[in-house]
């Protein structure tokens, strides 16, 4: 039985945050780019809601790509809601914040898990 360091839960979710982080920022940025669209209402992606789910082990099953030459599908897409008001640039800019600060953070967690796997592999030298 071989061991996949990237199949462990701590990776999968931080990676799993990466990816609903990118499909928060895509809303976030369309709600923005339709700022002065007549009639365009504001999206959003419920970011923690899925999450909670996905920890949960009861959300959305995230479609995965079985050979190289597949198009992955939009993670979550039928999830992104419509809040039902215009785009308030304010609040969009509140949000594009929270969830830059959510990425940054997912990856400096990833990446400090991924030098403590180098450093084990390496024997423990720096």
Not at 30 to 48: H, M, S, V, W
Not at 70 to 83: C, D, F, I, K, Q
Not at 107 to 117: P, S
């Amino acid at each position: 039985m071989s061991w996949d360091p990237l199949a462990e839960p701590v990776t999968r979710l931080l990676a799993h945050s990466l990816r609903l982080s990118s499909r928060s920022q895509e809303v976030i940025a369309g709600n923005i780019a339709n700022l002065d669209t007549p009639g365009y209402t504001a999206r959003e992606f419920p970011f923690q809601e899925v999450l909670r789910q996905y920890v949960a082990g009861s959300g959305p099953l995230t479609p995965i790509r079985t050979h190289p030459g597949h198009l992955s599908p939009p993670l979550a897409a039928g999830l992104v809601e419509n809040r039902g008001e215009p785009v308030d640039l304010d609040q969009e800019m509140v949000r594009l914040g929270e969830n830059l600060f959510r990425f940054q953070s997912a990856v400096q967690l990833l990446n400090r898990k991924l030098e403590g796997l180098r450093s084990v592999l390496e024997g423990g030298r720096p």
